[in-house]
């Protein structure tokens, strides 16, 4: 999706011009990993000869991710979300616009299928099956071709409230949550689309028996994090004083980070440090993508200074 932000602290009604990033749920985590030194791939769909299509592709491509598997059917546009930024007590706000996009009327018989057979790991999002029936088969197919192939799946709750409701998402993930190995959910969306609330040992237990292979990982906003791998709570051993320039994209730089180190043989508790910390640096730099080097990351894991580097 293109991001159209309003200068902070205006709002958009204000706005003489508009910021312009790339980004969205599962570009972001690719976009992340790739900077993080793994191969990547992404599948989607941008409208062809398109100039912002155009830039989707470069950007992704820009931070090694592959793009080859983007199709560029003819018509379509590509979805929009524009961004208002607020200080408290007024919310941030976003409002999206992606009716008709291109990737709306993806269908599952036009993606290669080969490239998720030869994965590592899948990544998919809850925002993508309640985009409409289209994605919706996409994901279960999915699903379907990573089962057959033996790929683990990593998949993240990211409830939208403005594309289902809470009963049409559980419906759904009903379905997946049994084959996943990774599940990513916030505590609002445990609560909302699950009904599960209090302590976050509690929270976690609940979700295990809906997802009962995952390592279930659930984030609590200032609280921190916490991960249920077997039958073990880990928590982070580390949380930052975090001066925030950008949220966006900090929950899929969370993922980014803790599937960067699993699948670099890192231990449960170590790939959530990593996670941690590549959330964290998220959210001082601007846009949805993690902007972030493994030189930076592996700097602010074995220290906490944050003295000029020279």
């Given at each position: ?292 080097s493994r030189a930076e990351l592996e700097e602010l894991l074995a220290t906490d200074s944050t003295e000029i580097r020279r």
């Open positions: 999706m293109l991001r159209l932000s309003a200068p902070a602290p205006q709002r958009l009604e204000q706005a003489v011009a508009l910021d312009v990033q790339v980004g969205g749920s599962e570009a972001n985590v690719a976009a992340a990993m790739a900077r993080l030194g793994l191969r990547t791939a992404f599948v989607s769909a941008f409208p062809a000869q398109h100039v912002w299509g155009d830039r989707a592709v470069r950007e992704l491509a820009g931070h090694g991710v592959d793009c080859s598997r983007v199709l560029r059917p003819a018509g379509g546009r590509m979805g929009l979300y524009f961004l208002e930024y607020a200080e408290a007590p007024r919310p941030v706000r976003v409002t999206y616009d992606r009716r008709d996009s291109a990737f709306s009327q993806l269908q599952p018989e036009a993606v290669d299928w080969s490239i998720v057979r030869q994965a590592r790991l899948v990544h998919l999002s809850g925002i993508t099956p309640a985009l409409g029936a289209g994605p919706m088969g996409v994901v279960r197919r999915a699903l379907a071709e990573a089962a057959a192939a033996g790929v683990p799946v990593s998949f993240d709750v990211n409830y939208r409230s403005r594309l289902w409701t809470p009963a049409q998402a559980r419906a759904f993930l009903a379905e997946a949550l049994p084959a996943l190995a990774y599940l990513f959910v916030g505590a609002d969306d445990a609560a909302t689309v699950f009904g599960l609330k209090g302590a976050p040992d509690d929270v976690l237990r609940g979700l295990r028996a809906l997802a009962p292979r995952a390592a279930i990982l659930l984030t609590l906003g200032e609280e921190g994090s916490a991960v249920l791998a077997g039958d073990t709570v880990h928590r982070p051993s580390r949380r930052y004083r975090v001066t925030v320039v950008d949220r966006v994209g900090a929950g899929d730089a969370f993922a980014a980070g803790f599937l960067w180190a699993t699948l670099g043989g890192q231990p449960v508790g170590a790939a959530l440090d990593a996670a941690t910390a590549l959330a964290a640096l998220k959210c001082t730099v601007w846009g949805d993508v993690a902007l972030v």
